[in-house]
């Protein structure tokens, strides 16, 4: 869950209203969606709250630019909440058929969409003739969207996670920004050293609700070298000395040392709230979370830095994988999802325009030169184009996320059916987080029992 980014699960309200942020065509459209003229109209979500002035701003710029030069062509812009995906509004929205006609998901998503019956195949559409940078796009993250061969999403964004650490808050607790912890144990020590600031700063935060406790609790056992599910895919295997090694260290954190802070049941935008306020210390997350931290929660970039995934006595073994697309809603004329991959590949698939238009971004609150996302391949003309751009307009000091970048960790994706699992596992941590007595082997006995009947429900 880009934060999430990329990926990343959140728990804010669903926004009130739908945010239109131009008018329909004044003429009455068909169940196709062209109007009488010959237009095509098209529904898509993800548009910025009114709370991301610069981001909204931007984003009804470049909807205005492309219909300028479609203009056969109308965007009706859909606000559904900051992270675009708060899954149980997304399950609502999946179950009651009312998803716009292209809509964003997570890469975990795709089992839910198809079993929801909402989303239509693109592989006819989809090509370099409907977007310019398709043959350039990493075809790992397309096979994330495909099942059976047929293609149901675009992929927009990737990310990989790291330790996300308070360059300010380690200087006042005499730690080394340019050389943060490696293991489990050194994030302990730091976060003891940070906590005893006092001031309600928490000297490493977690997630334990809304999805993400359990998104955080695999990225955790991945770094241990443990797996959520079997190779089958049909059994969970985190009830091990690696899952167990997880809760107790953050067990160990938060009544051990008291260096978690009193708060819990931290979701998405409650950790990253506390982070741009200069109340956290550390915490897991992708590149994009400093991103989300300045442009959304009122932070400093500068303030901010990155380093590898912390392993338990050494290098992390791996670290959790994800990212973001969008899908057409079944049912869409051929028209509706060509003008779709149009808007989609002006938007966010090339370098220069949209979401990489690093020109624009640059002067504004919003940071240019993170290390990630990286969709591209590696060679190819977008890549090289890409990060030429990202280079040359960077207002960051991209030397705060050496550290990650120099020491690379493998990736693996989330498991299969990552999001009800993520849920079974928010009681696991949560329950490590806000009980002392918490007894850890008797929650993971739980969370697998769950999940074993999940999956077999879905097998």
Known sequence: M??????????????????????????????????????????????????QKELLANWNADVAEFQKQNPDITIKSVSVGEQCNNPPDFTARLAGGTMTDVFYGYMTDLQQVLDSGQAMDITPYVGKDTIGTWDSIDPALKEVFTDEGKLYAVPVKNYSMGLVYNKVLFKKAGLDPASPPKTWAEVRAAAKKISALGGGVAGYSEYSAGN??????????????????????KKAAFNTAQGKQVLQNLKD????????????????????????????????????????????????????????????????????????????????SEAQVKAGLKWLAYEKLTPGKGQFDYVRAKPQNYPVGLPQPLLFTNGSEAQKQELDLRKANANLDTANFKPFEDNPVPIKGEPR????????????????????NANIDALLKTAEQKVNQLQAAGS
């Not at 955080?216 to 190779?231: N, S, W």
Request: net charge negative; aromatic share 8%.
């Open 417 to 436: 059916n990552a999001q009800a699992i993520y849920a079974v596992l928010d009681a696991a941590m949560s329950g490590v987080l806000t009980n002392p």
């Open 2 to 51: 880009s934060v999430p980014q990329y990926r990343k699960a959140a728990a804010l309200a669903l926004a009130a209203g739908l945010g239109l942020s131009l008018a329909a065509c004044s003429t009455k459209s068909d169940d196709s969606g062209t109007d009488a003229d010959g237009k095509v109209t098209i529904t898509v979500d993800c548009q910025p709250v009114g709370a």
């Open 212 to 233: 993400t406790g359990g998104w955080h609790f695999t990225a955790e056992i991945y770094a241990q070298g443990g797996q959520v599910l079997d190779e089958s895919g």
């Open 253 to 332: 954190m938060r009544y051990g040392d008291n260096s978690m802070g009193s708060r819990q049941l931290l979701q998405w935008a409650d950790l990253l709230t506390n982070a741009g306020a200069g109340k956290v210390g550390m915490f897991i997350g992708a590149p994009d979370a400093t991103q989300a931290i300045v442009s959304q929660f009122q932070g400093k970039y500068e303030d901010w830095a990155m380093g590898p995934m912390p392993g338990q006595d050494g290098p992390a073994k791996a670290t959790l994988g994800g990212g973001e697309g969008y899908f057409f809603k079944k049912g869409l």
